[in-house]
């Protein structure tokens, strides 16, 4: 039997977010809700340190916004002449690039975890980010949260499991997203997983997932929640 879990709530707000859809090159789209890398990247900034999956019991996070767009990019690329010489020399431009880049306008992403994080979130160390160094982000709100668990509901604007997409026939974007890296000056993917992507602007889908699903009591939005164990286990 599933027990009520005791949490927080965070809504992080933004004029903009790119969350980069694998595998494209030359034009970049953007999903509508970040893969798992993002969470734990946010949870990081606003520790001040990495943050590792083996340190969150649980989180579940959704996200909405407003409108998509597409902007023009301009992105140089560097080299020196000579990396292993000493000095290291000057790095020059080598190449510049425009390509498009899809974003999202007005996000707002509301992520829910263990009491014990609220206090990173009201004095974050580094700047948040919803993608890339210009999609800066602000805590909108802080509360404390009850999680009450159920068998069925109507998600949007959450990451699903591929095996609840599958058992549920349910329609969502399928993508092979990250889950986490390594604080590796040169990060290293820790593992990848198969989510269905629900867009919080396109439709709600309802689903059946036991020990999956859990509804907040204050507005009754229902999402899948993330435990520790699941995630560790993939990871491995």
Same mark, same amino acid.
């Given at each position: ?15 903009? %977010? ?12 953007? @999903? ?9 990247? @946010? ?16 989180? %579940? ?9 597409? *902007? @023009? ?7 020196? =002449?000579?990396?292993? %010489? ?14 498009q880049r899809e974003f999202l ?8 975890? #263990?009491?014990?994080?609220? &206090? ?13 160094t210009q999609d800066v982000a602000?805590? *909108?709100?802080? =509360? ?9 509901? &109507? ?8 095996e609840l997409v599958m058992q549920?026939?349910?329609? =969502?974007?399928?993508?092979?997203? #990250?889950? %986490? ?8 993917? @820790? ?13 709600? &889908?309802?689903?059946? &997932? ?22 560790? *286990?993939?990871?491995?």
């Open positions: 039997m599933e027990t009520v879990l005791e949490g927080v709530r965070v809504v992080l707000t933004a004029y903009t %977010a790119s969350f980069r859809v694998p595998s494209f090159v030359g034009h970049q789209l953007t @999903l509508p809700v970040p893969p798992l890398s993002t969470i734990y990247g @946010l949870l990081s900034a606003a520790a001040g340190r990495w943050v590792l999956p083996d340190e969150v019991t649980w989180l %579940a996070f959704r996200c909405e916004y407003e409108g998509k767009a597409m *902007d @023009l990019e301009t992105i140089y690329q560097f080299e020196r =002449a000579n990396e292993e %010489a000493l000095p290291m020399p000057k790095p020059l431009p080598k190449t510049r690039t425009v390509l306008a007005m996000p707002r992403l509301t992520v829910y975890l #263990p009491p014990g994080w609220e &206090a990173l979130f009201r004095a974050p160390r580094y700047a948040l980010l919803l993608g890339r602000g805590v *909108d709100s802080i =509360a404390s949260v009850t999680l009450e668990p159920v068998k069925e509901g &109507a998600v949007s604007g959450v990451l699903l499991l591929l549920n026939n349910t329609p =969502a974007w399928l993508h092979n997203l #990250p889950i %986490a890296f390594t604080d590796e000056p040169r990060r290293r993917l @820790l593992g990848m997983g198969i989510f269905g992507v629900v867009d919080a602007r396109r439709h709600f &889908a309802q689903l059946r &997932a036991p020990n999956w699903l859990f509804r907040d009591t204050s507005n009754g939005v229902v999402l899948p929640v993330y435990r520790r164990e699941w995630i560790v *286990d993939v990871l491995q």
